[in-house]
């Protein structure tokens, strides 16, 4: 017998009138599954900031379909041909520097700016060309997930444990996830996973989300501070480590929320291998290693008072970059959508873009 369809969360669709978006806001989970409504770029831009919307993948669908709502919105107010062009040109702008190191932002704002290179008759179908454009990003979000996650739940056997960091299931993307895809894909081919949620201090998307995401799934999930990771690696080690990505060099060193890189090295000690799932539109070829990747520095009330209460002086200073680099040769594996690489990365990295492009 097949197991029952599991609840999926659904994060982004376009408001019924086609000129906004409405997000599940992150920020408000695991108490309030709230929905907001963006109509307008410093919305769609907070919203980026702000983590409520959050994940590489997410962030770039957010990105591409508010710069097709607010060119819907500008065509209904009568906006000429060449004011639409200045203004897509000046919302990509804003919401690229929303958050620079998810590379899939940048990517989505260059497709679209790729539609107004092209000839149009008025400026209203450029708006609906943009909003085709925004729509294909995600319907492609979604079948890259659901490759991935195929790709990865071989991997996986009956019984096993994964350990995984921040989130990057459902919240983190349009589809199924990315680190999570084969978690889903297995349980739904029958196999029996438990998940050990890193809490992914300090604004803690795995215990806020990774869990509430799995929970609602009905997938076994289970919390621990990141701290703790390491007695559990030494005590009941897991089989295996799923992470997502936020940009991928070309060499295939790794950005993602910072915690990750600590937990690779808990991963090579004890002989876990350490994987890492993101569709190629994170990998960034003109990064050649990940000390060319920037790096965002957080809010320092993140740290101080991330939750309401001050948790530390103040006026103390505090280092809060939201990322780290995990070296590739501390990575067992990256999947992709077109298959599991291994190291070295550098060629199948680039093939595997190169055939996405082709696509």
């Given at each position: ?32 599954r709230v929905e907001l409504e963006l109509r307008d770029v410093r919305a ?169 995401e799995l929970s609602q799934a009905g997938i076994e999930v289970t919390v ?136």
């Amino acid at each position: 017998m097949n197991p029952p369809p599991m609840a999926i969360p659904e994060t982004i669709r376009w408001t019924p009138d086609g000129m906004g978006l409405v997000i599940l806001d992150q920020t408000r989970l695991p108490d309030e599954r709230v929905e907001l409504e963006l109509r307008d770029v410093r919305a769609v831009e907070e919203a980026i900031q702000s983590l409520r919307v959050r994940g590489a993948p997410l962030i770039g669908i957010t990105a591409a379909l508010g710069l097709a709502a607010l060119a819907r919105q500008a065509v209904a107010a009568g906006a000429t041909l060449e004011e639409l062009h200045a203004s897509v040109e000046g919302w990509s702008g804003r919401l690229y520097e929303a958050r620079p190191t998810a590379v899939n932002l940048g990517w989505a704002l260059r497709r679209l700016a790729s539609v107004t290179d092209t000839d149009f008759a008025d400026a209203g179908a450029l708006a609906e060309r943009l909003a085709q454009e925004a729509d294909a990003i995600h319907a492609e979000d979604r079948r890259m997930c659901r490759a991935i996650g195929e790709h990865a739940a071989a991997l996986l056997e009956d019984g096993d444990a994964v350990i995984t960091h921040c989130n990057a299931g459902s919240l983190a993307t349009g589809g199924i996830g990315t680190a999570l895809a084969p978690v889903y894909v297995a349980t739904e081919a029958g196999k029996r996973i438990r998940v050990f949620a890193d809490e992914t201090r300090p604004l803690l998307q795995g215990s806020r989300l990774t869990a509430w995401e799995l929970s609602q799934a009905g997938i076994e999930v289970t919390v621990l501070a990141d701290n703790m990771a390491g007695s559990l690696f030494a005590s009941n080690p897991p089989d295996i480590v799923f992470v997502g990505s936020d940009r991928i060099a070309a060499n295939g060193d790794v950005a993602n929320k910072i915690g990750t890189y600590p937990l690779a090295v808990l991963a090579r000690h004890h002989g876990v291998p350490f994987y890492v799932l993101a569709p190629t539109s994170t990998v960034d070829l003109d990064s050649a290693t990940g000390a060319e990747i920037p790096i965002e520095h957080r809010s320092p009330d993140e740290i101080r008072k991330g939750f309401g209460k001050l948790t530390a002086p103040a006026d103390v200073a505090v280092y809060s970059p939201a990322f780290d680099i995990t070296p590739a040769d501390l990575i067992a594996g990256i999947v992709t959508e077109w298959g599991i690489h291994r190291p070295p990365y550098g060629a199948s990295l680039a093939e595997a873009v190169e055939r996405a492009r082709a696509t």
